[in-house]
């Protein structure tokens, strides 16, 4: 039975004197629709228009870097290549990016530009979780043309052809496996329209609804690995099994932590607190002002 989706003609294609990576491309259409998503549903809550594109202007370098960061740690391949040629971290357009590692680095990097910038972050994560969501679900078709994210032989009509060359040891008698990258997107296209419905029945706080978007990402990278590939060598490394679950198990223990504080945003709330606890020390000996008592918006 013949595959529904062929394996690529190739992993980049040139135009002219442009080569175009076809990974690096979905990549940067997962960021551009999470993006504006994000930007329309930050609009429409009230917030001021163009910030959430000025903020990406630093964030997304910076998660590019933090996500190519946790493949190189799993990686003993891409760290001996890099022992040689520091370039290779840069060649993101061959694979290799991870969402935790992107979460991990730019969350700080966030929580500093809004507080610089007297942005209440609140808003800013309710309206980014579902774009999470989709961006990463147009992201991973990345993996179709890397043909590095199937998982068991399969004789299903949506089963994925891979290349004798990119099939795992042990398994060139096969030609065709289970697509788990589009089981995985069509995981996140679902769950961002659940947090859409969700986030506005609930009027979810910024910190939970992002909590849900990670635990549902992680979660559905997690179960499409264990349920259709077959770890270590298809369907992803244990290290990154290990890394999707601890991710879900703890946004979980987070939304279970904060269930009966409907509508409190608590990072904010402490981000606030921090504010508070540094005015004192700046106003010694003046007279209060609105600010002090308030403390410092985020």
Request: charged share 15%; hydrophobic share 55%; glycine share 12%.
């Amino acid at each position: 039975m013949l595959a529904l989706l062929p394996s690529p003609a190739g992993e980049a294609a040139n135009l002219g004197p442009l080569t175009v990576h076809w990974y690096a491309l979905c990549a940067a259409l997962g960021v551009v629709a999470g993006l504006r998503l994000t930007e329309r549903r930050y609009r429409a809550a009230g917030g001021r228009p163009g910030l959430v594109l000025d903020l990406a202007l630093i964030a997304v370098p910076v998660a590019l870097a933090g996500a190519r960061l946790q493949r190189v740690l799993l990686d003993a391949q891409l760290q001996a290549a890099l022992g040689r040629d520091w370039v290779e971290f840069a060649r993101v357009w061959d694979g290799g990016l991870g969402l935790p590692g992107a979460l991990v680095a730019v969350a700080p990097v966030m929580w500093w530009w809004c507080r610089r910038r007297a942005v209440t972050i609140g808003p800013l994560l309710a309206a980014a979780a579902p774009g999470l969501a989709f961006g990463h679900a147009v992201f991973v078709w990345g993996y179709w043309f890397t043909q590095s994210w199937y998982g068991r032989p399969s004789s299903l009509p949506w089963a994925v052809q891979i290349s004798p060359l990119l099939r795992v040891p042990g398994y060139q008698a096969f030609s065709a496996f289970q697509p788990l990258f589009l089981y995985e997107s069509a995981w996140d296209a679902l769950a961002g329209l659940a947090l859409i419905v969700v986030i506005g029945r609930f009027a979810l706080p910024g910190d939970r609804a992002l909590a849900l978007a990670t635990g549902l990402v992680a979660a559905g990278w997690f179960w499409v690995s264990l349920l259709f590939g077959a770890p270590p060598r298809l369907g992803g490394s244990w290290g990154e099994l290990a890394i999707s679950f601890g991710v879900a198990a703890a946004a979980a223990a987070y939304l279970l932590l904060t269930s009966g504080e409907r509508g409190r945003d608590r990072l904010a709330a402490l981000v606030r607190q921090l504010a508070r606890s540094r005015i004192p020390g700046r106003l010694a000996g003046s007279k209060a002002t609105p600010t002090s008592r308030t403390g410092a918006r985020v």
